[in-house]
């Protein structure tokens, strides 16, 4: 789905503006229109809380016309800063992680801040940034503020996989490998492995699983600069220092050791609370 569109979830906040510019580097790269969604979730007692407004009665016809001239007025400006992409806005009404989950059926991208305010309140506080990454029919980028990462040259740092053999993982790889190769930077394939009795004496048969899984990228991408890093160490810990140096860091919605059933593994849960750069939950359509 190359030519669906990036749906940003849009609230005002600093955080929502930090999402909608990835959201249209991205697009620079893919060509890809990028559409802005409010949630407008209204209180049915106290009214809607929204960016700037003070609580009012439902329907409050003043301050929906200000949610929509907010998202006109960010559309525009995205459109403005750069001109040969398509930007749109929508208000949408409802829950906001329900809807944008609906929503992502026909998106080929799903982009979200780490935090939000009004009709975003908390909504990748926890729990429910977890529930939009497992539900949503679309990869999911997490883009935080970047206040706790080290600095890294923009332009140049990796997008860093974690790998480990299961079908989701492989998905994801495919996911990092097309991102990397767009913006012609490095790709880095994380494997996290527990030595066992012979310790370092598996390493080649590790290794050699995962190069054998990135036969098919090699061959799509003969220029791309692809390195495969054996770790000893947690995936969730190895992906978040990763993600120090990172420009993005992709991983599968499960991974290898995930119980069936269940729609998001612990890895990308942690990694969605703390990695220092955007994290990119892929899921089988």
Not at 99 to 110: D, I, K, N
Request: charged share 20%.
């Amino acid at each position: 789905m190359r030519d669906a569109e990036i749906l940003v979830g849009y609230d005002g906040s600093t955080d929502a503006s930090v999402a909608v510019d990835w959201a249209l580097e991205e697009a620079r790269h893919s060509g890809q229109p990028v559409r802005l969604a409010y949630v407008f979730e209204w209180l049915t007692v106290a009214g809607w809380v929204g960016p700037g407004v003070a609580p009012g009665v439902w329907p409050d016809e003043t301050a929906r016309r200000q949610v929509e001239e907010l998202v006109r007025k960010a559309a525009a400006d995205a459109t403005a800063t750069h001109p040969g992409l398509t930007v749109t806005g929508q208000v949408y009404d409802g829950p906001p992680a329900l809807v944008l989950q609906e929503r992502s059926a026909e998106a080929g991208m799903l982009v979200l801040g780490s935090r939000g305010h009004g009709g975003f309140g908390g909504l990748l506080a926890g729990s429910t940034a977890v529930s939009v990454a497992a539900h949503a029919h679309c990869p999911v980028v997490v883009v935080r503020d970047g206040a706790d990462r080290a600095p890294v040259d923009a332009s140049t740092g990796p997008v860093a996989v974690g790998a480990d053999g299961s079908q989701p993982s492989l998905v994801a790889l495919g996911f990092a490998a097309e991102r990397a190769a767009q913006r012609q930077v490095p790709l880095r394939i994380l494997h996290a492995w527990t030595p066992g009795p012979g310790g370092a004496a598996g390493v080649p048969d590790e290794r050699a699983a995962v190069e054998q899984a990135l036969e098919p990228w090699r061959r799509t991408f003969p220029e791309l600069d692809m390195t495969v890093d054996l770790v000893p160490a947690s995936p969730a810990a190895m992906l978040i220092e990763v993600s120090r140096d990172a420009r993005l860091v992709v991983v599968g919605s499960r991974g290898r050791g995930g119980l069936a059933g269940m729609l998001l593994g612990s890895v990308s849960q942690q990694l969605i609370q703390h990695a220092n750069c955007p994290v990119a939950v892929v899921r089988e359509r």
